[in-house]
């Protein structure tokens, strides 16, 4: 008994065997007629074949490698140029080219091959590959393909995969003449899972199911509805904290020149310029002398233009600034004609053009969180706001140079006698709040034009922002930036980017009346001094 | 009247029509061919450094005896302008190029079917030069009124002044505001049913933007030479102690703001004219620093000097960017920092000494008032 259970059993597995290789041999026989209408069934029954060989074919024929010839034999040219069988897959020295002629394709070939394609490599070793087979079944939703897709989620290991697979098995399901209610609301929910804009399209465009099914359906879309609101709400905060970043990367300097010294810096916007042009000479250089080094550039440029800033604003302050303390608007007069000086300086040296700065490889791309697109420049910029912030806190607060910066702005006279050389303390603060301001201006290069018109645009945002978030508070400023940035975002849609803008500034001018102070007004002795 | 005017005053009354007079003659009264012809376009660039002189006016008025550094002062100007620029977009009537009787052309280009409702009224020109007026006026008004009552000074003042015309800004570049967005407006045919191409129109409108200039320099005398002027001079440089003697600094601000930001308007309402267009770039902050300057150099707090500053620095001006464009910022940006450090009190400045010998009615020089604005 038992050994005609194992002889039926070797018969029955034989003949599948066959059966499979006769299917494929069909296929091929079918690829290599002439018309359309067969080379169209030949791709369907090759990919249900299972032949190993499948996928290369059906590939080959998709990028017009396939051949044929006159006796329909069929031929996959090569990237050299060599012919190999494609039934076998073993190479073919005898074939030339002049002997085959390129298997044909119409449209309904082409959407045959896409299906194809999805469902064959529903079985490819590689998960990745599995992964965007099922997301193109779930795409074309070709009831074709369900065969396929049975066997593949049955021998599927990998649980993100299996998933991806069991929508698209829905998708098709749905998109089949399946009536059995009970099946097709449990492909309505497969869908929903997935739940975005590709699901909400299918599911908005069912017709002629049952009421059972349809409110199913409905209910599903409106499901969707509501968690794509809720990303896009995520979506605004996320790019209301990528340009709240940005303003904060432009005031932070400010909040140490104005903020704690009290100069009205108008060439501050300059600072972040020329810190764009350290970038920009920075990979000039690199890529003349080390090219090898191009990746970390930027990387390299950050310290340079910190210093290179910090020193011009250093000399700007023992050149310009130490003779106007005291005068606040004349301080401003005079530094607004240094910006004048130092973009027409630019100017000339550079040429008025943008110039380009590369981002470096690890900086492009996107990732895909929830229903969340995040650039990596947008993302690296946030994270580099927030270490130049608590940098610049770490430093005020912990080093000996930022307790004499202290000490100087609360009380200068009894600093003073206390044998801190002020003078030079006002400097030195000047340059730190400059350098910051080059720093930034090496991340603003990733994201804005490099030209000598490039500081005019934050100026007025960034006194914006220290003014909002309480003069000589870092803390203030931080959430003044983040703040605005958000707000902005959150007004674009309703009110258009412009107005927008504009609706900020009004509430901006409005708050100052109420709040002359800002957000985080300092109290104590700090602000007598 | 004399002791409003003053010495400085009068020689300068009679050097501003003296002069538009000189060059309305050479202008009309000589062949073009002669040696001392006077093209009509130096006509009209004296025009429009006439009516800059008025917004150096406006600026020293409130900077010199109110210490209110504004930041946006060429918003008032161009609102000015824009009142004048709808007047005379409304005489183009049907000869604009899509030959509409009422619709200017950018709102036909841009598909509006009627005339929006702030437009109307704007072929009459008693009420353009009217809305020239109190269209800054309210605007300076109601933000002044906020502002002063809130006790903003300072730096923060200067700074949402800023804000305020960076904010027009960017509302005048929007098409759908109904002013003709980026190009603004212009191609403008006639004044009063005069053609603005006509020599005699362009010297009409030298002489009376120079009236007009003398008017507004005896009427800033009147106001500082006054009782009223003296308060406000106390309250430039200690506001606090005036507050406390019984004095309201806020409405002694808000009064010459709103006056001041009205001699602006009028100067942009004289101002599109001979310029021949009005677009958006006038409310840049840039051109309102720029009128701080003129002022600077001539001399803040001496009225004179606020007009002889914005016409030599636009002579100046005129010439740099004629002869060496490239240096213009470099001078530009230079002089901000020479008056700032070596001339606080600009040229007139320099004059002082002489004028204190002969016992003029002295203007206050504004000098260090600044000191305590500093922690705002």
């Known amino acids: 008994m038992k050994f005609i259970s194992a002889f039926l059993l070797c018969c029955f597995l034989l003949a599948a065997r066959g059966a499979r290789a006769q299917s494929a041999d069909e296929a091929f026989a079918a690829l290599g007629g002439t018309s359309f209408d067969d080379i169209r069934r030949g791709v369907e029954m090759l990919s249900l074949s299972g032949s190993p060989q499948a996928i290369n074919v059906v590939t080959a024929l998709q990028a017009g490698n396939l051949f044929v010839r006159a006796d329909h034999a069929l031929f996959i040219k090569n990237a050299d140029g060599s012919f190999s069988a494609a039934a076998t897959g073993a190479p073919a020295p005898d074939v030339s080219a002049d002997s085959v002629r390129a298997v044909r394709v119409n449209n309904a070939v082409r959407r045959a091959v896409d299906a194809a394609l999805g469902s064959l490599r529903l079985f490819s070793p590689d998960p990745s590959v599995r992964m965007e087979g099922a997301q193109a079944v779930f795409i074309s939703r070709d009831p074709a393909a369900l065969p396929a897709l049975d066997r593949a989620i049955a021998k599927e290991s990998d649980s993100s995969v299996k998933t991806a697979m069991e929508q698209a098995r829905a998708a098709a399901m749905l998109n089949s003449d399946e009536t059995d209610e009970t099946k097709l609301i449990a492909a309505v929910a497969a869908v929903r899972s997935r739940g975005d804009m590709e699901a909400r399209s299918l599911l908005g465009s069912l017709s002629g199911k049952s009421p059972a099914v349809s409110a199913a359906a409905a209910a599903a879309v409106a499901a969707i509805d509501r968690s794509q609101q809720i990303w896009g709400l995520l979506q605004s905060v996320i790019y209301g904290l990528s340009l709240g970043s940005v303003l904060l990367l432009a005031a932070t300097g400010l909040a140490i020149t104005f903020g704690v010294m009290g100069v009205i810096n108008m060439a501050h916007g300059e600072m972040v310029m020329i810190g764009a042009y350290v970038t920009f000479m920075t990979q000039q250089t690199i890529h003349a002398i080390a090219p090898g080094l191009q990746p970390i550039s930027l990387l390299l440029s950050i310290p340079l233009a910190f210093v290179i800033t910090g020193l011009v604003g250093v000399a700007v302050e023992r050149g310009l600034i130490r003779f106007l303390y005291g005068r606040p608007l004349e301080t401003l007069l005079a530094t607004w004609g240094l910006s004048l000086i130092l973009q027409q300086a630019v100017r000339s040296i550079f040429g008025p053009t943008n110039r380009e700065v590369d981002s470096p490889a690890w900086m492009s791309g996107a990732t895909q969180l929830g229903g969340v697109t995040l650039t990596y420049n947008r993302l690296y910029i946030i994270v580099f706001s927030l270490i130049v912030l608590f940098a610049l806190m770490a430093a005020l607060r912990y080093t000996p140079l930022g307790l004499r910066m202290r000490a100087v702005t609360q009380n200068r006279r009894m600093a003073a006698a206390m044998g801190i050389r002020t003078p030079w303390i006002d400097a030195l603060t000047f340059g730190l709040g400059s350098g910051v301001a080059g720093m930034a201006g090496v991340a603003l290069s990733q994201i804005d034009n490099v030209s000598p018109n490039l500081g005019q645009g934050y100026i007025i945002d960034s006194f914006m922002v220290v003014v909002f978030g309480g003069v000589g508070n870092l803390w203030g400023t931080a959430v003044s930036a983040l703040t605005l940035g958000i707000v902005n975002k959150f007004l674009e849609p309703i009110a258009g980017a412009v107005l927008g803008k504009i609706v900020v500034l009004v509430l901006l001018i409005l708050f100052i009346q109420r709040k002359p102070r800002g957000l985080f007004p300092l109290k104590g002795r700090a602000v007598e001094a | ?376």
């Not at chain 2, 509409?100 to 109307?120: A, I, R």
């Not at chain 2, 407006?185 to 020599?199: A, E, R, V």
């Not at chain 2, 001041?260 to 009028?266: D, P, R, Y």
């Not at chain 2, 910022?329 to 230079?334: D, K, R, T, W």
């Open chain 2, 1 to 376: 009247m004399k002791v409003y005017a003053g010495r400085s005053g009068w020689i300068a009354l009679a050097a501003i029509l003296g002069f538009a007079a000189l060059l309305g003659v050479l202008n009309l009264a000589t062949a073009p061919t002669s040696s001392v012809h006077v093209p009509t376009y130096i006509v009209s660039l004296f025009g429009k450094y006439l009516t800059f002189a008025m917004l150096a006016l406006a600026v020293d008025l409130v900077w010199g005896f109110a210490g209110i550094l504004s930041l946006g002062h060429a918003a008032f100007f161009a609102l000015g302008g824009y009142a004048m620029g709808m007047y005379l977009m409304r005489q183009i009537g049907a000869r604009g190029v899509y030959a509409n009787p009422t619709l200017p052309d950018f709102m036909v280009f841009l598909n509006w079917k009627e005339l929006p409702w702030y437009w109307e009224g704007f072929n009459v020109f008693p009420f353009a030069m009217l809305m020239a007026m109190v269209v800054p006026g309210v605007l300076a008004f109601v933000f002044g009124y906020f502002t002063f009552r809130s006790r903003v000074s300072g730096v923060y003042l200067s700074i949402i002044t800023q804000a305020l015309t960076y904010a027009l800004l960017l509302a005048f570049f929007r098409n759908d505001m109904g002013f003709g967005g980026n190009n603004g407006l212009t191609d403008f045919k006639d004044i009063l049913g005069i053609p603005l191409q006509l020599d005699g129109t362009r010297v009409g409108l030298l002489i009376i933007t120079a009236i007009c200039l003398c008017i507004q320099l005896l009427v800033c005398r009147f106001i500082v030479l006054s009782r009223f002027g003296k308060v406000l001079i106390a309250v430039r440089d200690t506001e606090t102690r005036t507050r406390f003697i019984g004095y309201r600094p806020e409405q002694y601000k808000l009064f010459v703001w709103t006056v001041s930001a009205i001699m602006a308007g009028v100067g942009g309402a004289l101002y599109v004219p001979q310029v021949g267009i009005i677009n958006p770039g006038e409310f840049a902050p840039a051109n309102s620093i720029e009128a701080v300057i003129w002022v600077a150099v001539g001399g803040r707090g001496t009225l004179v000097g606020a007009i002889l500053g914005a016409v030599l620095v636009n002579v100046g001006k005129t010439v740099f960017t004629g002869v060496l464009p490239e240096l213009w910022l470099f001078a530009l940006g230079g002089l901000f920092i020479f008056v700032t450090l070596f001339m606080p009190q600009g040229i007139m400045g320099l004059f002082a000494k002489r004028v204190r010998r002969r016992g003029e009615p002295e203007l206050p020089a504004a000098e260090e008032s600044a000191a305590r604005e500093i922690t705002g």
